[in-house]
């Protein structure tokens, strides 16, 4: 079944440390990507989103991704992490051969410590 | 000017019973989702309706029906609730249903005893 893969099940790092969350899709042909943050007791906010253009693409609070369509990836970056990014981060995909049912990842837990 | 807003918060119920849970945006958007997130964090979309016609409906018992009065309102509707259907349930939309951004209620809990 095609699918979105996001390696890592919990992080834990300091704060300053830098981040990097793994995301893999199945999917092939036309492709949008997006990254989620779910924070403690809140509902999911867009982070960022990929849909054609520049592969390297910049989100709200410091966040960027990488789109390397050779490798079906999506990496979350962050170059320096404050304990409020402490969340779940979820990858999603809606993919034009899955009608753009918009598809999520299991998430990530990011704890970040003080 | 809640975007997205889904009632109740808060659902505690025994099993057997029915309930809903009503979402309701003021995005202008046409299109709008009920995902499921299970104790693990894991997301699953249930259904999605597009200007008030259902087009996912995905594998879900059908004691689950969602019901759409008009396209700003996704309401759904559970019969004869199981353990199984506790979770925190996500109402979304999008403007179209391709390269939108979905925007998220608050999420419903619902506890089932």
């Known amino acids: 079944a095609q699918s979105v893969s996001q390696h890592n099940h919990h992080v834990i790092l300091s704060e300053a440390a830098s981040l990097e969350l793994g995301c893999n899709y199945s999917?092939?042909?036309?492709?949008?990507l997006f990254w989620y943050v779910q924070y403690p007791g809140q509902h999911l906010q867009l982070l960022l989103k990929?849909?054609?253009?520049?592969?390297l693409v910049k989100g709200i609070k410091g966040f960027e991704a990488e789109f390397i369509k050779s490798k079906f990836s999506f990496n979350l970056r962050k170059p320096s992490v404050q304990w409020s990014d402490t969340a779940e981060y979820f990858c999603?995909?809606?993919?034009?051969?899955?009608?753009?049912?918009?598809?999520f990842g299991a998430g990530t837990t990011v704890t970040v410590r003080a | 000017d809640t975007a997205v807003s889904q009632t109740p918060k808060y659902l505690v119920t025994q099993m057997g019973n029915d309930k809903s849970i009503k979402c309701e945006q003021n995005?202008?958007?046409?299109?709008m989702y009920w995902y499921k997130q299970d104790s693990k964090k894991f997301l699953k979309i249930m259904f999605s309706?597009?200007?008030?016609?259902?087009?996912i409906n995905e594998t879900v018992p059908n004691r689950f029906s969602p019901k759409s009065p008009d396209k700003a309102h996704l309401n759904l509707h559970i019969n004869s609730l199981e353990l199984g259907d506790s979770a925190v349930y996500f109402c979304?939309?999008?403007?179209?249903?391709?390269?939108?951004?979905?925007?998220f209620g608050q999420g419903t809990r619902l506890t089932v005893v």
């Open positions: 995005l202008g958007h046409d299109t």
């Open positions: 979304a939309s999008t403007l179209g249903s391709r390269r939108a951004e979905a925007f």
């Open positions: 990929y849909f054609s253009g520049d592969p």
């Open positions: 309706y597009n200007n008030k016609e259902l087009i």
């Open positions: 999603a995909v809606n993919a034009q051969n899955n009608d753009y049912k918009l598809s």
């Open positions: 999917y092939g042909g036309t492709v949008n």
